[in-house]
């Protein structure tokens, strides 16, 4: 490229123009900047104004430690914690004592009473007479050869009670 060739006024409006160009782009990234450096201080600003208020509080804080009586150690709180458990199941362990003995009593009196039961039990024994009176006359009336309609007709009783009394007797 021949620079004879192009007048020179083209060529310094060029280079004005690309000088112009160069003046604004610095001003607009200047711009930029000192948004940028202008947000980067505020919060710089609230960062220091959060570590003033933070030493305050930790300030205060240490006052009032310092205040407080002395504080119970791992060991002193273990023993207070034993001691309040110790109180509070204490009166749990009465009851279940408490518990256990009367289902020992229960207990006692429930196997006396099923062996009076079991003795009462094998006292008792099959009698030999269902109906009393009626069983002799119901083996009597079978053995003349009544039939059993007839002899439950008769006493006033069921079929069924006149054929239990001849099985009882072996009979039928």
């Known amino acids: ?54 030493k305050k509080k930790l300030i205060e804080l240490e006052k009032i430690l310092e205040d407080t009586p002395k504080r119970m150690n791992d060991e002193e709180i273990y023993q207070e914690m034993e001691r309040t458990a110790h109180d509070m199941i204490q009166p749990l362990i009465y009851t279940v004592k408490a518990l256990q003995e009367n289902v020992e009593t229960v207990s006692a009196q429930i196997d006396t009473r099923l062996s009076s039961v079991e003795t009462g039990v094998k006292q008792i024994s099959i009698p030999s007479s269902v109906y009393g009176n009626d069983d002799e006359k119901i083996i009597s009336l079978f053995k003349q050869g009544v039939s059993l309609d007839t002899i439950s007709k008769e006493l006033h009783i069921s079929k069924p009670q006149v054929e239990f009394v001849l099985k009882i007797n072996k009979f039928k």
């Not at 160009?21 to 200047?30: G, V």
């Not at 930029?32 to 609230?46: G, T």
């Open 1 to 54: 490229m021949n620079f004879n060739a192009i007048p020179l006024e083209y060529f310094l409006i060029t280079v004005a123009a690309m000088i112009l160009y160069l003046i604004y782009y610095i001003f607009t990234k200047d711009a930029l900047y000192n948004r940028n450096i202008h947000s980067v201080a505020s919060v710089v600003e609230e960062l220091n104004r959060d570590m003033f208020y933070f």
